[in-house]
């Protein structure tokens, strides 16, 4: 089993930064590719980032590439999510989850944190 709590989101102008934070606890935690997803409203659910255990895969969706860094302190349990640059279509609910087997399908992720709802205002 793996724990997963989000932190981090918040309201920012268009064009401002914010820093998601992703604790996670239970035994397995390592073992799992960390992910990245976003829900906005009326809107599939899709991956934003996502990073193997030690850091040497990363994928990104092309709507954020450039704009967005995803890293992991497997000493504290915890995955982030730096956002520059944001802008309203940024606007969404984000969801931290964890995976045994991939990237980027939502499915395929057995561990889901609560979401912390992140505001890009124009």
């Known amino acids: 089993q793996v724990q997963l709590v989000e932190s981090g989101g918040g309201l920012v102008q268009a064009g401002g930064s914010l820093r998601l934070s992703c604790a996670a606890s239970?035994?397995?935690?390592?073992?799992?590719?960390m992910g990245w997803f976003r829900q906005a409203p009326g809107k599939e659910r899709e991956c934003v980032a996502s990073i193997n255990w030690s850091g040497s895969m990363i994928y990104y969706a092309d709507s954020v590439k450039g704009r967005v860094t995803i890293s992991r302190d497997n000493a504290v349990n915890t995955v982030y999510l730096q956002m520059n640059s944001l802008k309203p279509e940024d606007t969404a609910v984000y969801y931290c989850?964890?995976?045994?087997?991939?990237?980027?399908?939502?499915?395929?992720?057995?561990?889901w944190g609560q979401g912390t709802q992140v505001t890009v205002s124009s």
């Open positions: 989850a964890a995976s045994r087997s991939d990237y980027s399908d939502s499915r395929r992720y057995d561990y």
């Open positions: 239970g035994r397995t935690y390592s073992r799992h590719i």
